[in-house]
């Protein structure tokens, strides 16, 4: 469809026309450009980063984007939180945590915005540092509305239904096994390819102040993991429609607000640059691993990092659990037992995750802190402890994921109560993991 069309390659700088000629030659800022539009540049870097960092991009618009009315609160949705230095909006826990799937209201008239909810967080947006995961529960499309986010960087992972996004610079069809990055400061409305159960459901990683890079591969080598070639951007695809009531809802210091447009925001007719939204399907994720013995890290996993300061640590990794063989002999090949300096949000779109079978379901999700234990549940345990060697493909009907940060991570206090999707008893998944020490018998395995 035309709708759908692409361009591809991560980072790239592309341009786009939806009429011929809409695009000036040469110049950014001519004074008539074609067609009556109105030159306007979108910065999601400062005007001095260096080059290889330098975010920006040109719109050419029928309406310039000051045409709006003013901002009020929007307090439809109450359950956003941004500030996590705020110990009103949080409730902090030092236990393993984990999450039954978040329920889908019974309304039938809750778009993406309104069925935003905050799970946990930390930092604060005005300072340019932190993050926040979200959850969006949704039955309805959101017809004459728009989204901008003023705070962050939204990455947004389909759970349940098929997301139709349309953005200032084109549309995006964003499936259960794919994902998109919406960065700050662009316009996007989110409706759904419907279903008859008209139920939606994802998860989002925001980050403040920075924007997702590809992971450096060392000695991987030049290819391997998210290859560059299949991020997949958008085309100039414009709506011209005036007079109508348009309403936006601005994040802002993590506050709603509401303002009005009398035409459609979605109004740019073409484009250049390299500020922009864009999507990746998971099944292309070129996956490596050991071929001979032990778990490796799940670092090989990560498809995109967000950076922070220090060299190899990252303010979020987002690492996906793929379709793989798993080879290695005399390898207890789960993920291993672990006390992490970096902080462990998972998540499930389909199937079951191999750690924690029958337990960790689609929808729900599980966050392990710093230095909080974590590992595979006492069933998956004992039955690995049993597995005799064998050449497998794993998570072939399944895909998990993780948001891992370096920073300690503050529960909201609707994630912790509010929601009532909290597991109470959730250590006691690892109470009958068998202990087989044994000081006489240095060959001690569980009896078969």
């Known amino acids: 469809m035309k709708d759908y069309e692409y361009q591809a390659g991560f980072g790239n700088e592309f341009q786009s026309e939806a009429l011929p000629g809409a695009l000036p030659e040469v110049q950014n800022t001519p004074q008539h450009p074609p067609y009556g539009l109105y030159s306007e540049q979108l910065n999601g870097s400062s ?73 946990c967080g930390t930092g ?4 340019a540092s932190g993050l926040a995961i979200h959850v ?49 400061g ?14 939606y459901r994802g998860y989002i990683l925001e980050v403040f102040g920075r924007h997702f890079e590809l992971p450096d591969l060392g000695p991987i080598g030049a290819n391997g993991l998210a290859n560059r070639r299949d991020f997949l951007y958008p085309v100039a695809c414009y709506e011209h429609i005036e007079n109508v009531e348009y309403k936006i809802i601005q994040k802002f210091q993590g506050v709603l607000f509401e ?16 500020y922009l939204p864009f999507k990746y399907d998971f099944s292309k994720f070129c996956p490596v691993n050991s071929v001979l013995f032990d778990h490796i890290d799940p670092s090989i996993f990560t498809v995109l990092t967000c950076k922070s300061e220090t060299p190899g640590t990252a303010i979020a990794d987002f690492v996906i659990f793929p379709p793989r063989y798993s080879t290695q002999e005399n390898t207890f090949r789960l993920p291993y037992f672990h006390r992490n300096c970096m902080s462990e949000f998972m998540g499930l779109i389909f199937g079951e995750y191999e750690g924690k079978k029958n337990a ?20 998956a345990t004992a039955q690995e402890l049993k597995r005799k060697d064998s050449n497998v493909k794993i ?50 395995i569980p009896k078969s």
Not at 60 to 82: E, F
Not at 124 to 127: D, R, S
Not at 165 to 179: D, Y
Not at 407 to 436: C, G
Request: proline share 7%; net charge negative; glycine share 4%.
């Open 47 to 119: 005007f001095t980063a260096p080059r290889s960092h330098n975010l920006r991009t040109w719109l050419y618009k029928i309406h310039p984007a000051t045409m709006q009315g003013p901002s009020v609160p929007y307090t439809k949705n109450l359950r956003l939180v941004s500030n996590f230095l705020d110990e009103a909006n949080v409730q902090i826990s030092a236990s393993q945590l984990r999450w039954m799937p978040f329920d889908i209201p019974k309304s039938k008239g809750v778009d993406f915005v309104d069925g935003l909810t905050t799970i």
């Open 124 to 127: 604060e947006p005005t300072l």
């Open 136 to 184: 969006y529960t949704s039955t309805s499309n959101m017809d004459n509305r728009a989204f901008v986010n003023s705070d962050g960087d939204f990455l947004i992972v389909p759970q349940l239904g098929i997301l139709d996004i349309q953005t200032e610079f084109g549309k995006l069809l964003v499936q259960p096994n794919e994902f998109c990055v919406i960065p700050r």
């Open 186 to 199: 662009i316009h996007f409305k989110v409706n759904f390819v419907e279903t008859l159960e008209h139920q």
């Open 259 to 274: 303002t009005t447009k009398k035409h459609s925001p979605f109004d740019v007719v073409s484009w250049h640059g390299n």
């Open 360 to 379: 960790f379901l689609p929808g729900g999700a599980s966050l392990h802190q710093i230095m909080v234990p974590h590992g595979p549940d006492a069933q």
């Open 395 to 444: 998570a072939q009907s399944a895909m998990a994921f993780m948001f891992e940060s370096m920073f300690m991570l503050k529960p909201t206090k609707w994630a912790m109560s509010l929601s009532d999707k909290l597991e109470k008893d959730y250590y006691k998944v690892w109470e009958n993991i068998e202990i087989l020490f044994d000081p006489s018998n240095r060959n001690a």
